[in-house]
């Protein structure tokens, strides 16, 4: 890669955002400090208020409170064209009429920066496009048209590079290989990174940290395995991956473990897996961290159990199946088994006692609603 692109990327820093439409609140008091360098996920469901806060760094969309910063200068009145911001859109937006090369060099050429086709094809080589140049948009893939547009927003060394869902409209199989190559590219170019997706498994992959949004704040940030392995919200715990998540009051409460009385059952995580202490309290378990049995387990303090229950529904996932197991006065839970040549139990219908380690359990900060609620 050529050495002009290796940049110096700056932090952003959002200070109470807050943004009003007629009639509701998109983004609620939204404190965020992303460093320099760092590949950043925003993540959430459609309506979260995700892309009003990308369109709001972009400069599209005025804040109705709050500071925007941008390596410590205040950005927030600042013109799109005045920041040092770029922004890859799902859609491409390359000129059809262009070849690759005047595509890229559109906006060096409107800047009147000296020296565009050379920066242009520096910037083609650099996502390995450069032969093909002389292309029209429409004579590539859609893979190769991401590669163009971002060589496009690289080429004006942005301090910060905003994605809005950049991989969406890509194949399963080529969305994964751009991902490689995206956060190849952030690691080389050295440049901030604020990617927006409703993809978990997207922001899990690439980003160095994730904030997961839900109505318009941030419900929780992180880096991806400690999101995943250690949600404190209902919210998080269902969003990102899937839960078994039982809610019973508190039996038992020390330094060492929470227990609480589920439905007849004594369910257990550790102290330090838990955020609420009193009263009521949600207990969570990983589907792949927890087993089923043909037996009743041996009782073991260090373990939790729940049964007899029916499989009612097994499906083949590839790397695991997935098995839909109906416990009398618990509900369903569900328990991910790896394939690794046999599985345990494959019938429809067999009976089974599902356990977990205590120490894989998590305790949440609120209890679940609607239809995330498994039991009450």
């Not at 709001?56 to 920041?83: F, Y």
């Not at 890859?88 to 906006?107: I, K, T």
């Not at 994730?210 to 969003?239: C, S, W």
Request: overall charge negative; aromatic content about 6%.
């Amino acid at each position: 890669m050529s050495a002009d692109f290796v940049a110096r990327g700056q932090d952003l820093e959002l200070e109470s955002i807050r943004k009003e439409f007629p009639g509701f609140v998109a983004v609620d008091d939204l404190d965020l400090k992303i460093p320099a360098g760092e590949f950043f996920a925003l993540l959430g469901p459609s309506g979260c208020g995700k892309t009003t806060t990308l369109r709001m760094i972009a400069g599209l969309e005025t804040p109705s409170a709050g500071r925007i910063l941008i390596g410590g200068n205040d950005v927030t009145d600042q013109k799109p064209h005045q920041r040092p911001v770029n922004t890859v859109f799902q859609n491409y937006a390359l000129f059809p009429h262009m070849s690759v090369e005047e595509n890229v060099a559109f906006g060096l050429k409107q800047r009147k920066v000296d020296n565009p086709q050379q920066q242009a094809q520096a910037a083609l080589e650099m996502v390995e496009l450069q032969h093909l140049a002389a292309r029209r948009p429409q004579q590539l893939s859609g893979g190769q048209q991401q590669r163009v547009a971002l060589a496009r927003a690289l080429v004006n060394r942005p301090a910060l590079l905003l994605l809005d869902e950049p991989l969406g409209a890509l194949d399963l199989k080529l969305r994964r290989q751009m991902q490689i190559e995206l956060k190849a590219i952030q690691m080389e170019v050295g440049l901030t990174f604020l990617h927006v997706t409703h993809d978990q498994e997207e922001a899990m992959d690439m980003a160095d940290t994730v904030a997961v949004m839900n109505h318009g704040h941030i419900e929780q940030m992180g880096a991806p395995e400690a999101l995943y392995d250690r949600p404190k919200t209902a919210f998080v715990a269902k969003f990102l991956g899937q839960s078994n998540i039982f809610v019973g009051e508190v039996a038992e409460a020390d330094d060492a473990k929470l227990a609480i009385n589920f439905k007849g059952n004594r369910l257990a995580a550790p102290a330090a897996r838990v955020e609420k202490t009193k009263g009521k309290v949600a207990i969570g378990v990983r589907p792949e961290k927890t087993s089923f049995h043909p037996e009743k387990p041996a009782s073991d303090p260090a373990v939790n159990t729940l049964g007899p229950g029916t499989i009612t529904d097994i499906r083949f996932t590839g790397v695991s199946n997935q098995y839909q197991i109906e416990i009398p006065e618990v509900g369903e839970i569900t328990v991910f088994a790896q394939n690794i040549g046999k599985s345990p139990v494959v019938e429809l219908g067999a009976e089974v006692w599902v356990s977990w380690k205590v120490e894989h359990s998590f305790g949440l900060a609120d209890l679940p609603t609607g239809e995330e609620e498994v039991a009450e």
